[in-house]
């Protein structure tokens, strides 16, 4: 029960972290509390933004560490310190070209896809996130068995990566739509007549940092919860974790690494530091996230930052679960309305944009209003154009807005002049009010054949409907303070020895903002393999 490196939690950050660690020479295990591997990762879309890296360079993308600089100072603002900015940017492009040596993971860019603020110096328009190509899972052997289930599972026989989503839910708009429907068949056909099991986004990233671990020889022991740090001359020099029932000492020579994500799932900690209305039923995070490495830490001293910040995104509350509204969202024919039946959001803006201004002006929940043209163009979570909605997914369906304004319990008049004033907004092709469609973000999960703006449609054609729209989020951000070297700090700036954190456990380096897709893996990564790097070389 000894090694020269013990990680918690085997997700993007933790398995990065021991990944680097064995590969520099160390041993390392890592310990996960879930009966599965992969947490939050292998549910996500694996949308990872790391500038400048090799797999954007070699795409012809025009990207510079003074680019991403300019961007990344500008997204976050001064209160993520330029030594961990420029520590992300520096190491990131390494991390990736680490993995691409050392796991099959292979990535392509997400052209066309924007940083969320592309109109700022150095953004970009066309994109620097990228994502793994799809991954055979036979080579996971028995450990296939051990991933973690995706958030969003990809219908049996298709391969279907995050770029697709799209055009996929333009579907029936534009010939892109159906081009792409018949191209994530062909995908799996192709890869499935060489023998493979192929798998993607979320489930493509963990299994694929999972392979790494396995040709490495690092073992990852499942239903092992982190209980305590272990102290020693006032370093940290192992954990105390639950192991096959028993309590036990699991020793590190030189350090532990704390990649066990947010709290998302841990209702007295959400309360204690996170704006009401809040809870545990709203997030999409890993169920087993329930910030016991940032408690641990905690008890020895670290500060925490950022705890009451989340990677926010509206959702739509639905039977099976919430549903994290995305095109949904920004497909033109939709409004979001307060209590008052007034809009007060540009609702294409960044998800974590959004949510921060429903909790500012307490407008929760707030409601999507739809109209039946909406229904028949695009496609909603997984429900094709032209089908009803299932009735138990929307707050209520009428034949007239103010109809529904009642049965929401707005004011009528109120949601009608709104209706009126977007309409009118719409048809000229310009939002006056709250800008949507300005920047070329908003213009990404849109409809390029709506005229005048693809961002903009009026609703007009009954029936309409009301969804309720509440803050849920991606898991949370705030969590233990890190140098640049991914060490845990003290409040008063100094190191605790032995102790480094990486991922949703600690403070992130996108401060309270989010810079483009992928702004929480492609940190977690990064500061997972800066952790590793340390550890090997200090
Ligand atoms: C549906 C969905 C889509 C997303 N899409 C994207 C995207 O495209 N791009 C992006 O950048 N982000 C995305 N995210 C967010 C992203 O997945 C997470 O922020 C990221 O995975 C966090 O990585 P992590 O390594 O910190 O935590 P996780 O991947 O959650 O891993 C933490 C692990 O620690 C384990 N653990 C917890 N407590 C203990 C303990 N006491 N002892 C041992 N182990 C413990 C957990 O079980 C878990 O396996 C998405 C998230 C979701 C849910």
Redesign the pocket.
Known sequence: MEFDAVI???????MTAALTAARNGLSAVV????PV?????????????IPNNEVLLAAGVPDTFSKADTYLAAVVGPEVSTARRHAFLVNGPKAISFLLRWTPLRFSWMEGYPDYYPELAGGMPNGRSIEPRALDANILGAEKANL?PS??PTPAGTVVY?VDYKWLSLIARHPRGLATATEIVLRYLSLSAQGQDPISM?QALAGGLRAGLLAAGVPVWLN???LDLHMENGRVAGVV?SRDGQEVLIRARRGVVV????FEHNERMRKQWQAAPIGTEWT???S???G??IEAGRRQGAALGLMDDS?WGPMIPLPDGPW?CLSERTLPGTIFVNQAGKRFVNEAAPYSDVVHVMYEKQHIPCWMIVDQDYRNRYLFKDLAPLLPFPADWYQAKDWTISGLASKIGVPSAALRSTVDRFNAQARAGRDGDYHRGDSSYDAYFADPTNIPSPCLAPIWLPPFYAFKIVPGD??TKGGMVTDARARVLRPDGTVIPGLYA????SAAVMGHSYAG??????P?MTFGYTAGMDLATT
């Open positions: 918690v939690g085997a997700g993007a950050a933790g310990i996960e509390k879930a591997y992969g947490g939050s990762t292998a549910r996500s879309g694996a949308g990872i933004w973690n958030y969003v995050d979320g092992t919860p982190l974790a990649g066990s994500g947010g999409v995070g890993a087993t996230n329930t016991d490495g990677w994290f991606l898991g990486a991922g949703n456990a897709a992928g702004s929480t893996l492609g977690a």
